[in-house]
């Protein structure tokens, strides 16, 4: 989680929402990615979305399995439904997003029965430190 914050950091410096996202399989890094859709131009470029691309591109496979994801938000709806397709096997994030988080804060997708893919999850990892950082950031802009 620590490096999923630095890579949060970097997305902070260039402007973008600070979130940061690290894509683990057998305890090697294997992915990572952090917030760029206003550089790229790209409403999908969230962190978790490039670490996703980047690990398949990896693993030349888009399963995902044996995977675990960290962030430093928890996803939004788009990002959860990849998690899920990719068959991310576990997700670990620092803080929640109570407007937009679809794991276990404004939408529960980790436990839908539509979903044929259950996702195990963690959330508090580096809470205080990610809130921090994501709160400042919106402090600044307004």
């Given at each position: 989680?620590?490096?999923a914050f630095r890579?949060?950091?970097?997305?902070?410096?260039?402007?973008?929402?600070?979130?940061?996202?690290?894509?683990?399989?057998?305890?090697?890094?294997?992915?990572?990615?952090?917030?760029?859709?206003?550089?790229?131009?790209?409403?999908?470029?969230?962190?978790e979305m490039l670490?996703?691309?980047?690990?398949?591109?990896?693993?030349?496979?888009?399963r995902l399995t044996?995977?675990?994801?960290?962030?430093?938000?928890?996803?939004?709806?788009?990002?959860?439904?990849?998690?899920?397709?990719?068959?991310?096997?576990?997700?670990?994030?620092?803080?929640?997003?109570?407007?937009?988080?679809?794991?276990?804060?404004?939408?529960?997708?980790?436990?839908?029965?539509?979903?044929?893919?259950?996702?195990?999850?963690?959330?508090?990892?580096?809470?205080?430190?990610?809130?921090?950082?994501?709160?400042?950031?919106?402090?600044?802009?307004?």
């Open positions: 989680m620590r490096h890579l949060a950091q970097r997305a902070e410096s260039m402007g973008e929402v600070p979130v940061g996202a690290v894509i683990v399989k057998d305890d090697v890094c294997i992915a990572e990615g952090w917030n760029r859709p206003i550089a790229s131009h790209d409403p999908s470029a969230h962190a670490a996703i691309r980047e690990a398949g591109n990896v693993l030349k496979n888009y044996g995977t675990t994801l960290y962030v430093t938000l928890e996803p939004c709806v788009m990002c959860m439904g990849a998690i899920v397709h990719a068959r991310i096997e576990r997700l670990v994030f620092a803080t929640e997003d109570p407007k937009r988080g679809a794991v276990c804060s404004a939408m529960n997708l980790s436990e839908s029965p539509f979903l044929n893919h259950r996702v195990a999850w963690r959330c508090g990892v580096l809470k205080d430190e990610c809130s921090e950082m994501l709160k400042g950031f919106f402090r600044a802009r307004r």
